[in-house]
């Protein structure tokens, strides 16, 4: 992150990489062609700032999405996009917050706690195996995992 030295960014660029190096790790998954695909994707999904943050959209083209579990009224708006994944879905909480220890479903922006966000992006690469993605090198296949490909296309790594 020493592009960010002297930056705006900085102390958040640097803590966001401490906190991912962390999780990565802890789960056994580090390398780094897995930090560099856990980088990029952060760039993709948060922008520079590399903070978790809440998505722009206000969430209701989620409303109903049986595929994330938003089988309650509000579901879309309560579980839209958050955290250095842009984590999103009733079931994606869910499970992130079980797997956390943390109640994801009744206080969703936990997950935009650095450390928390970190986690989730960890287990996340961890679940769809995105750390062998990015250890094969395959950043197409990554995005597909993350996001369904949103993004492969972005050279500046969006905003």
């Known amino acids: 992150m020493s592009f960010y030295k002297g930056q705006q960014n900085e102390k958040d660029a640097s803590i966001c990489y401490d906190e991912v190096a962390k999780a990565l790790t802890d789960l056994g998954i580090y390398t780094d062609l897995v930090m560099v695909g856990a980088m990029g994707t952060i760039r993709i999904e948060v922008g520079k700032p590399f903070k978790p943050i809440t998505e722009y959209a ?3 083209s ?4 049986k ?3 938003n089988n309650v009224s509000g579901d879309g708006v309560k579980y839209k996009g958050r955290g250095f994944i842009q984590l999103t879905g009733r079931n994606n909480y869910k499970t992130y917050g079980d797997i956390l220890g943390v109640d994801l479903i009744n206080h969703p922006d936990i997950a935009l706690c650095v450390d928390i966000s970190a986690k989730i992006l960890a287990h996340y690469f961890k679940d ?3 750390n062998g993605a990015c ?3 395959d950043w ?3 995005r597909q995992k993350v996001n369904g490909g949103n993004g492969i ?3 500046d790594g969006g905003t």
């Open 58 to 60: 206000d969430g209701t």
């Open 67 to 69: 595929d994330l579990g």
């Open 140 to 142: 197409a296949v990554l």
């Open 62 to 65: 989620y409303e109903g999405s």
């Open 128 to 130: 769809r195996n995105c």
């Open 153 to 155: 296309d972005k050279k």
């Open 135 to 137: 250890n094969a090198q």
